[in-house]
């Protein structure tokens, strides 16, 4: 049976009330379908937000239990970041990396065993090329009684190595090694340019540990170290950094943020500078590459160093006692010196006349202020078969003498 206007009624009364309940129904399923669609769109968030996390599209971290309002205010980052950090540092490092080796010490075990042993290990500097080999820089303490010295190479590879020649007064020595697999050469900076404060990268092998890099700073240009060899003593000039150089460190690289080699690590010159057996810390040392240059150049080519020789045993004016002193009859004005104590037979001194008791003052017109200071300048400034003059008093008068200088290496 079915239903009309004329059913419901003619008058507008009832047809307004027909109306407003048919919107009424409408707007009551728009509501629900709205509350459901609500409620499933949740539950889909929290299947799928850790899946879309992982991938990166949905970046936060949704948690399925109670969250106080620090944790809504600050939600969570669950994305993987890499960093590709590229620096001066790290560019440096990359550079010279490959031209420093390791340097190993070998010996025999004993007399009748051919088998050689690893004594000892340092680091050294690949600073030439040429198409038959390749030349390493290190300290010589680092090679110093070896029967035997093997490099090994940035990749691992080891090469013998034949010694070319040591200095045991500035603590290097020089190495050849056949080229071929020798990718890498470092080159060499300016250490007369540095300033204080400025990056210093040292690499080596300090403890074994191939390719360590540590870093700092120059603390020092100019730092003068005693250093004693065969009953020689000099000031040597060191650069001071307090990058960390560690036995094993030795013969390594002081690098610029160029990555030039602007110094040859030498933990033996630290142990001397920090004047004690107790471990120090931010205190390194390096012969500036500026004064290992020549004395490369030298053992390179000779073999070794021939520096000036006077041919006497002589001690320091202000380390004679008092009586003795007045024995000299030195004038009054004569404060420093170096008082003969022994003079060797056929020796430039012997061949010149000096004697046993003569207080020399001056040479080359250079006064003498004490026994390593004078011992630095002979080293440094004059040259084997050089002739000088020397400034001597003998019983309070003054003699000068003209002698030919000898020479002596020091390996």
Sequence with gaps: ?????????????????????????????????????????????????????????????????????????????????NVNVTSSVTQAVDKVSPAVVAVINLQKANFFDNKYTESGIGSGIIYKKDNQYAYVVTNNHVVSGAEKVEVRLNDQLKTNATVLGKDALYDLAVLRIPAKNVKSVAEFGNSSELKRGEPAIAIGNPLGFSGSVTEGIISSTNRTIPVESNNASIEAQVLQTDAAINPGNSGGALVNIAGQVIGINSSKIASTGSGTDEGVEGIGFAIPINVAKPVISKLEKNGKIERPMLGVSIVDLSMVPNEEVNQLQLPSSIKTGLVVTDVQNSSPAAKSGLEAGDVITKINGHEIKSYIEFSTYMYTQLRAGQTVTIDFYRMGKLHHSHLKLGSKTFS
């Excluded at 106080?68 to 970041?81: C, D, E, G, K, L």
Aim: charged share 15%; glycine share 12%.
């Design 1 to 81: 049976m079915g239903y009309d206007d004329n059913q419901i009624g003619n008058d507008p009364e009832s047809k307004e009330k027909s109306r407003q309940s048919h919107e009424t129904r409408i707007r009551g399923g728009w509501f629900f379908s709205g509350f459901v669609g609500a409620i499933v769109g949740m539950v889909c968030l929290l299947i799928f937000a850790p899946i879309l996390s992982d991938l990166g599209v949905f970046p936060y971290q949704v948690s399925t239990g109670a969250q106080n309002s620090s944790n809504v205010s600050n939600p969570t980052f669950n994305r993987q970041i």
